[in-house]
């Protein structure tokens, strides 16, 4: 098994330092690769990587996120694949339980983590218990699973199911429902396995989140709408049922600002579910 890990880039190197080391210290009895996809950030970004001993720096002009994931995908070689954005990280032993839960279920395509939910000091604020997606959930509501973590086989780039770049904000969501459609088999690792940053600048508070939304329910029609009720409760449903409402203990490690270049502990972690509020800033 060898792993790649994509992370498209745009000068965030404060950022990327930290999302570098998460992986560079990741324990595995396998090949690890780390392909930084950027859009031709400068120097400061190319001084970060340098001094990275897992990562390879492909410079590429791209017309997005997006399309800078798909690049990457392009390039790497990995039988096991995912994207780690610049202010997400991977917590100590993520790939190694990643890589065991597939060694033990080669019939699983797509398997998804938990994640902790941090404020832009990097300090915990909550936890996401993943549930399985739903096609119609999806479809109607937005996007229930984390991709810092989500794990995919080899075949799911080898078939051409990347990111569609006509959506700048929602393209994670579009592409998981191009995986349900397609039929590829999808697990859940109920343990976590990275942390999310809530920056204020992260996609899902941009200006024009709501503008993409409403193009993507355009071509909906009223009964599908109509949906969206039964739709909601069903995955509550499915929540309550696999415990994510359920405050969660747990001792952790990752990297912050002010602990660089080593993880800092959080020992006795008590953390609820709910997303919490973090106000938009904006990116310069």
Known sequence: MKFSIVTPSFKQPEWLRLCLASVADQQVD???????????????????????????????????????????????????????????QYLPGALCRVAAYFAVHPEVDVLFGDSIIADPSLMPLAYRRVVLPRRWHTLLRPLGVLT????????????????????????????????????????????PVAVFAMTGANLSLHQNVHAERRR?????????????????????????????YQEQQLASAWYTPDSFPVRRDFAQLTLGWKWPSISPRPVL
Request: charged share 25%.
């Open 148 to 191: 810092c973590s989500t794990f995919f086989r080899r075949k799911v780039v080898d078939d051409g199911v990347l990111f569609d770049p006509v959506w700048k904000i929602i393209g994670d969501k579009a592409w998981i429902l191009a995986l349900l459609d397609r039929g590829y088999r999808m697990a859940v690792l109920q343990e």
């Open 30 to 88: 396998c090949e690890l690769e780390h392909i930084i996809q950027d859009n031709c950030s400068g120097e400061a970004v190319r001084a970060v990587v340098a001094g990275s001993p897992r990562a390879r720096l492909i410079t590429e002009s791209d017309q997005g996120m997006y399309d800078a994931i798909n690049r990457g995908l392009r390039h790497s070689t990995g039988g096991v694949c995912a994207y780690l954005n610049c202010d997400e």
């Open 216 to 244: 993507w329910r355009e071509g909906f029609s009223p009964l599908i709408r109509l949906a969206k009720p039964l739709v909601l409760a069903r995955h509550l449903l499915d929540k309550w049922q696999q415990g994510a």
